[in-house]
């Protein structure tokens, strides 16, 4: 029968984005938002908006018993993912399949740990713009989910089933072959965009144009490409092209989830990247000047809330 019901966990922009998609293409039962009781109530009171449209979603707690979901999609953030894999014990059975949208290069690892690296495909969410502000989310570019086997070269019969899924559902995807030289890339990007965009206090048109800020994102982007060889990923400027790329499509007045977190006065996910490079760094001995940079002034303007 192939995939017929997911559980979402997390709404933030991907979730909010990517529970509408489905909502609105599946039957109302067969999307399952997982969230507390109290973040329910909050929900349903003051609604979520997708492009101006209100979602009409199905809710469940984690603790409702509930058939197992053929897929289980993550988009909570890293800080949010300790709770969230104790929040979905009910919807991981024998044949989930699990995929995870979060930034960075360790989330796949944390969940398999949990509930088995077998039900896992790797993934990432990339070329989207979406900007969430309160209750109310706004894109113009949906990009697409990036999926596939842990291990290169292959094509199993979880990813051919998911892809098949996005095919019928028509969410826009890609199967990769060679999934964790992806998520280094899409790290080398996060790392680069998310934190210079924070800093700059500015958007998505601020280094997508010559000068400063975008010479300062491309070299911490640098400085992932060489770490990257250490742990025998070998990114290249090739890589680091293709990422520039897929930034030029994205909306100049879109922001990443880092820049919207300073200005919403959050917690960001600076450990996550900065962090994550910096540890590296002293790992290979190798230099992190730009992202030391990075690190130090975010952390500054987070000092302040």
């Known amino acids: 029968m192939g995939i017929q019901t997911v559980s979402i966990i997390g709404l933030g922009a991907l979730g909010i984005m990517y529970g509408q998609h489905f909502s609105k ?18 929900y349903k009171k003051d609604s979520i908006y997708c492009n101006g449209e209100q979602c009409d979603f199905h809710y469940v707690t ?16 890293f800080d949010g993912l300790d709770g969230a894999l104790e929040s979905v014990k009910h919807h991981v059975g024998e044949n989930t399949i699990i995929l995870s949208a979060l930034n960075g290069i360790i989330s796949e690892e944390l969940i398999g740990e949990v509930y088995g690296h077998d039900k896992l495909l790797y993934c990432v969410a990339q070329g989207m713009d979406a900007v969430k502000v309160g209750n109310k989310l706004t894109y113009e570019h949906k990009g697409k989910l990036v999926f596939g086997d842990k291990v290169p070269g292959i094509i199993s019969d979880k990813t051919k089933s998911v892809s098949e899924f ?31 965009v924070a800093v700059y206090k500015s958007n998505y048109g601020t280094i997508q144009n010559e000068g400063e800020a975008r010479n300062t994102m491309i070299a911490a982007m640098r400085e992932v490409i060489a770490l990257s060889e250490k742990e025998e990923i070998f990114l290249s400027e ?20 880092m ?39 975010i952390n500054a303007i987070e000092s302040k809330y």
Do not use: C
């Open 259 to 297: 820049a919207q977190d300073v200005e919403a006065k959050r917690k960001s996910e600076l450990e996550l990247f900065a962090g994550t490079v910096l540890k590296f760094g002293i790992k290979y001995g190798i230099p992190t000047p730009v992202n030391r940079m990075l690190y130090d002034q």
């Open 166 to 196: 996005f095919n019928k559902v028509e969410l826009p995807h890609e199967v990769d072959t060679n999934m964790s030289k992806r998520l280094w890339g899409k790290f080398m990007l996060n790392v680069g965009v998310n934190q210079t």
């Open 62 to 77: 984690p603790d409702e018993q509930v058939t197992p979901a053929d897929l289980l999609l993550f988009t909570v953030k």
């Open 25 to 42: 293409r599946l039957p109302k039962g067969n999307v399952r938002i997982i969230a507390d009781t109290e973040r329910i109530k909050k």
């Open 238 to 257: 090739k890589d680091l092209n293709y990422w520039l790329n897929v930034l030029s499509t994205l909306s100049p007045e879109g922001k990443p989830s």
